[in-house]
C-alpha cells in the first residue's frame, strides 16, 4: 500500500480503537479516529479517508446506518468499508454487505487478520492506492519508485503527469470527466480550474509519445478522457 493511505478508525471502545490504530500506523498508514457516527461524519466532511474500519455497535447512531448514509452520498460511495462486530450470525453479516460494508470482521479479531483484510480490500477497491507495480500494454508503472517504463525504456514524469497515469492504469475503460479526474488525481476539497486537467494530460501524451503510447489516453467528446488499455 502507498505510504499515508488514510483510514478512519470508527470505535467507541478505546482500548479497542488504540488497538487497532497502532497495529494500522505500524502498517504504515496514517489514521484518523472517531468514537460515534457523528465524530466520523465530521472527520469525512473535512478529508476523504482511503478506508474506513467501521464498529457496528456505537453510542447514537450505528455503524450500518453511517455505512447506509456513506453509500448513498456520491462524494463518499466509493469509501472501501471493514465492518466490526461482535455479532457473527450469517444474518448480520448479510445485513452489514447489504449496508455496503466491503468486508466484515468479527470480534475478537487478530490485528494481523485485520490487516490483512484492509490490505486485500484496498487492492480490490482501490488498486490506485496499493504500490504494487501496474503492467499494462507494454506500459510498467511503480507506484512505489514512481519509475515507469513503456516498451522498457525509462519515461520521465512529473508528479502530477505520474499519478494521472497511475490513475489511469488502475481505472482502465471508463470515462473520467474533468471534475471527477481533479477529485481523484489532485485530491477531494481542491480548488483546480478543469482545464488544468487538459495540460497535465498533454504533458502525459507528450512523455508517451515517443513509444506510441499517447493514444491509450482517449478524448471522448464533451465528456472527459478514457484510458484504453486494449
Ligand atoms: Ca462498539
Known sequence: MAPGSSILVVEDEPAIQELIAVNLEHAG????????????QQS??????????????????????LA?????????????????????????????LEAGADDYVSKPFSPRE?????KAVMRRRAPHLTDETIEVAALSVNPATHRVTANRQAIELGPTEFRMLHFFVTHPERVWSRAQLLDEIWGDHVFVEERTVDVHIRRLRKALEPTGHDGLIETVRSAGYRFCAS
Do not use: K
Open 29 to 40: 498508514h496514517r489514521v484518523l479516529r472517531a468514537a460515534s457516527a457523528e465524530e466520523a
Open 44 to 65: 469525512i466532511h473535512d478529508a476523504l479517508p482511503d478506508l474506513v474500519v467501521l464498529d457496528w455497535m456505537l453510542p447514537g447512531d450505528s455503524g450500518i446506518s
Open 114 to 118: 485485520l490487516i490483512a483484510r484492509v
Open 68 to 96: 447506509r448514509r456513506l453509500r448513498s452520498d456520491r462524494r463518499t460511495r466509493d469509501i472501501p468499508i471493514i465492518m466490526l462486530t461482535a455479532r457473527a450470525q450469517e444474518q448480520d453479516r448479510v445485513a452489514g
